[in-house]
């Protein structure tokens, strides 16, 4: 069952990323990166889903236990200057298969396909980079410097991985 939701998820992430191809001019090789990168950004998001559904579904509530190993991998990506595609990816798996239970998975995964096709809808073509004209973390990343989107408050995934690890930190 859970293969199967994370074959749905893929699914919607590949349809709204083939969607954005369509109407993007980007570098090829920007459009990669950034596929490449998603499981980065879709490792902090599922903070803030847990999040969600911790304050909004009581019986889906977290045991002590899983918000001590949540703290833990929150605080190790925080650690990370620079995180990698397939460490994200560990961490991901770790999440979904050792720490949330079958029932919370399902919610979460839920969460990430409504959001998934929020963020599609509403998407914009562009480059990524601030609205200061500042360098994108995808440029950053593939010119070999940091990159770690949870530990940048000033983008939106940073400020939901923030909120959620402070929200975990005051349960522990």
């Not at 998975?105 to 500042?134: K, N, P, W, Y």
């Not at 593939?142 to 929200?167: H, I, L």
């Amino acid at each position: 069952m859970v293969k199967k939701l994370f074959m749905m998820i893929a699914a919607a992430v590949l349809l709204s990323g083939a969607a954005f191809a369509q109407t993007s001019t980007q570098d090829p090789a920007v459009q990669a990166a950034r596929a490449k990168l998603e499981v980065v950004y879709d490792l902090g998001r599922i903070f803030g889903y847990i999040q969600t559904m911790d304050r909004e579904q009581k019986k889906l509530a977290l045991a002590p236990a899983q918000v001590k190993a949540l703290t833990a991998t929150a605080d190790r990506i925080l650690k990370t200057p620079r995180l990698e595609p397939r460490e994200a990816e560990t961490m991901l798996k770790e999440i979904e298969d050792k720490i949330l239970r079958p029932d919370q998975l399902v919610f979460v995964d839920g969460l990430a396909i409504a959001r998934q096709a929020e963020r599609a809808a509403s998407s914009t073509a562009g480059s990524g980079a601030s609205a200061a004209g500042g360098t994108s973390p995808v440029a950053s990343y593939m010119s070999g410097g940091p990159f770690n989107p949870m530990t940048d408050t000033t983008r939106k995934v940073g400020q939901d991985f923030k909120a959620a690890v402070d929200y975990l930190k005051g349960k522990k």
